[in-house]
Each structure stands twice: as C-alpha cells, then as structure tokens.
C-alpha cells in the first residue's frame, strides 16, 4: 500500500525539487548506514514525507552534502539528513519486513520469504530500538490478515486498522498537543491510501478472484461516488495538516497532499481509458 505519498514533480519549481530530492536521498544513505546496502531497496517516497513532516514541525539540525552513489554514478547528488531520518529509516525496514513476512505467510511466495529474510537482522535491530511500537505494528498487520482472511467486507474496518498503523509511525513522540495532531493525521492519511489502493486494483482482484475490500461496496457506486469517497479522504488529512505549526518545506508537502497523492490513480484511469477507447471507465 505504499507508493501513493509522493510528490507531483510537475509542479514544483527546481528548488522544491531538489529540496525533494534531497530528502529522499537523505533517507537512502541512512537506511544504507544503519542496516545496510540491501536495505535501500525498501526506500520508498511515502517516508520522505514523514521526514519533511517531523522536520518541519521540530526544525532539527541538519547535515547535508554531495555524492556519488550506485544509483547516481556520475553526477554527484545533494542529501540532507537529521534525526527523523534515522527514525523514517527504521519504519521504512520494519514496515518492509512485516509487510514482506505476511505476504509469504499468506501467499506463499517464495520471494517474500527470501526478502524478509534478507531483512530480518535489520527488523530485529528496529525491535530492539522500539519495542512497544515494533508490536503494535505487528498487531495491526495480523488484524488486517485476518480481515483478509475472512473475507471483510466492510472497508472501514481495514481502513481504520491501517489508519492506527499509519498513525503509529507518524507518532514520534512530540508533545502531547502535537503529538496527538500528527498521529490523527497519520491516521487519516492511512485510511485515504487503504481505500485508494483498493481502489486501483479493484478490476484486478475482480479478474483474479483476489480479496479486495471495496468488492461488495463498490458494486453499486459509480466511479464518480468513488472519487468523491477519496476525495472526502483526503479532505480530511489535509484539514488536520494545514491546523499544523508548518513553515519550512510546506509547499512542498501541500503539493504531495493535493496532488501527488492522486499521481497512480490518475494514470490508472487514464490507461482504463485508453483500454475502452476513450470511454468512461468505473473504478
């Protein structure tokens, strides 16, 4: 369910941009400095806006510098890094490890096990640092299995457990008044992509038979009433962030917010579309 906080690229000026970049960069060389190489293949945007989040609300010291790196071989990139970044580091491995365990306990695919496998001594080196949050997380990924597995059909009820995950790693540990603001927009965030990912891959789960939790739901909605279930979603998340103390990188967040978070499932209507020659499609 992860790929949907990211920026829209499109429209941010050069500096937003690199600021960005930055960022994500950032997070890469700490995911590699803290539990290895292989780790970096777990980085994903969504962390990034945990990072630009946590900053912006705290404004910790931050060291930045150029480099060269396997995926940037010739020109030398900008990174940034403080604090947040080690954290987001370790939530990107023990979201990548849990999420890589119950795909193999579910499915079976071998890949995962090799994957989870992979990072396993990482995981446990994040259980040791967070114990309390590491099994709340693990709490949540076993009640949406077992959501799954009974063939749950009422979306809210996967929406509001990944919402309480999402809201877990969002809480860091500030003060209790703002603490309390950015779980619930964690929360809320994590419902909005729930139900946008069940969205994207409604037609597919259809095709293939597999557990979708807008299947009975969105038999009788039009792609419209989706849309604007989404839209509600997000409207949400946004209400409680622009309610943030927020200064530094904050256009950079609203864009992920008001846009990017749209990005995949745009091209996804779009290739619909393209598939039934230009006709509407529903969700």
Sequence with gaps: MFGYVIADRDNMSDEQVERYRAVYCGLCRSLKSRHGSLARLTLNYDMTFLVLLLS???????????????MHPINEHVWCVNRFTDYAADMTVAL????FLDDWRD???VIRRAEAGALRGAYERVKERYPQ???????RIGELSELESRGETDPDAGARCFG??????????????????????????????????????LPEDRTHGRYN????????????????????????????????????????????????????????MEKRNEKEGGAAVEP
């Excluded at 912006?56 to 396997?70: D, H, K, L, N, Y």
């Excluded at 949050?133 to 709490?139: G, L, N, S, V």
């Excluded at 703002?178 to 891959?201: I, N, T």
């Design 107 to 109: 499915e079976r695919r």
């Design 56 to 70: 912006s609300m705290c404004e910790p010291e931050e060291e930045q510098g150029t480099e060269r790196c396997f």
């Design 164 to 201: 309480r995950l999402l809201g877990e790693v969002f809480d860091y540990g500030l003060d209790e008044l703002w603490g309390q603001r950015v779980r619930r927009l964690g929360e809320e965030l994590g419902e909005f992509v729930y139900v946008m990912d069940a969205v994207v891959d």
């Design 213 to 268: 939790p807008l299947s009975e739901y969105a038999r009788d909605k039009s792609g419209e009433e989706l849309r604007a279930m989404l839209t509600m979603l997000i409207g949400e998340a946004a209400a409680l962030f622009e309610h943030l103390p927020l200064v530094k990188d904050v256009d950079i967040m609203r864009n992920v917010l008001y846009s990017g978070v749209w990005l995949r499932y745009n091209m996804e």
């Design 96 to 99: 990548a490890y849990l999420n």
């Design 133 to 139: 949050r590491c099994a709340y997380i693990e709490e």
